[in-house]
């Protein structure tokens, strides 16, 4: 009888050690698997504006809608930027957009005009996202367009078939983005981003380093656009990008879309 019991604990011990290691093994598995989206913010936070400095940063409806879309379809949405620095909400479109998405984002994730929870792109591994998405705001035309490591990281994940994504002046973050074959990765894509029009309609274009529609087309990409602030998102390969503030909601649903196609 003591014989039998003791078998009969070995073989427990066995299944609850097998069960433990099975556990561990699925963890270790799923964490791939598991939808991870990156989203990507600039550390600028104002820029000469003639005798002024005006503030800027990230665009509120930017980052809010499409992150809205992505944890409604079961996405974990990590933060980052470039070096973990601050960054900051451009707080003129906390003013203009009060729409619930944004005032819960704003509510959630902002902290003294700062986002929270940034990690540093550096602490990350490109392999680990299915997305990676840069919002706009004047901020990234400043420092992600000529971050070439960040254009690095975006490359990895999209030539291991993850999608890459941006609005409005967020694809000012593809500038820098090459691939291995050394060719821009906007080159031959539809792109749609913040339209000359839509930049002198602010009144900011001289205070611009570049017309970020006008310096996509010279890394040969095809822009695409709609009339001035009507929402726009157009899918090229695994790229998706947005016109202007209004297109962070079809964005959201692009990319979405684009990932579960690219995970099949």
Not at 29 to 46: D, G, P, R, V, W
Not at 53 to 72: I, M, S
Not at 212 to 220: E, H
């Amino acid at each position: 009888g003591l014989l039998f019991l003791h078998e009969t604990l070995i073989f427990i011990f066995g299944l609850v050690c097998g069960l433990n290691a099975l556990d561990k093994y699925l963890v270790e598995n799923t964490k791939y698997n598991t939808m991870q989206a990156l989203f990507i913010f600039t550390e600028t936070f104002s820029f000469p504006k003639g005798d002024v400095t005006q503030q800027t940063g990230w665009y509120l409806p930017e980052a809010a809608h499409p992150y809205h879309e992505l944890k409604a379809a079961g996405f974990d949405v990590i933060f980052a930027t470039p070096n973990g620095k601050p960054s900051h909400v451009d707080n003129g479109s906390v003013e203009a957009f009060k729409d619930k998405v944004s005032l819960d984002f704003l509510e959630t994730y902002v902290k003294d005009g700062q986002l929270k929870n940034v990690l540093p792109l550096t602490s990350l591994k490109p392999e680990d996202f299915k997305i990676v998405f840069f919002p706009g705001g004047h901020g990234p035309m400043f420092d992600l367009a000529v971050d070439e490591e960040t254009g690095k990281f975006a490359a990895a994940a999209y030539e291991q078939g993850g999608v890459v994504g941006a609005v409005c002046h967020g694809p000012a973050a593809l500038v820098p983005i090459k691939l291995s074959s050394g060719e821009p990765l906007v080159k031959g894509k539809q792109v749609a981003a913040f339209t000359n029009d839509e930049e002198d309609a602010v009144s900011l274009s001289k205070y611009m380093p570049f017309m970020l529609s006008t310096k996509l087309r010279q890394l040969g990409a095809q822009t695409v656009a709609v009339d001035t602030w009507q929402p726009l998102a157009v899918t090229s390969e695994r790229l998706v990008t947005g016109q202007n503030p209004a297109s962070g909601t079809a964005v959201g649903e692009a990319l979405v879309k684009a990932a579960l196609g690219a995970k099949a």
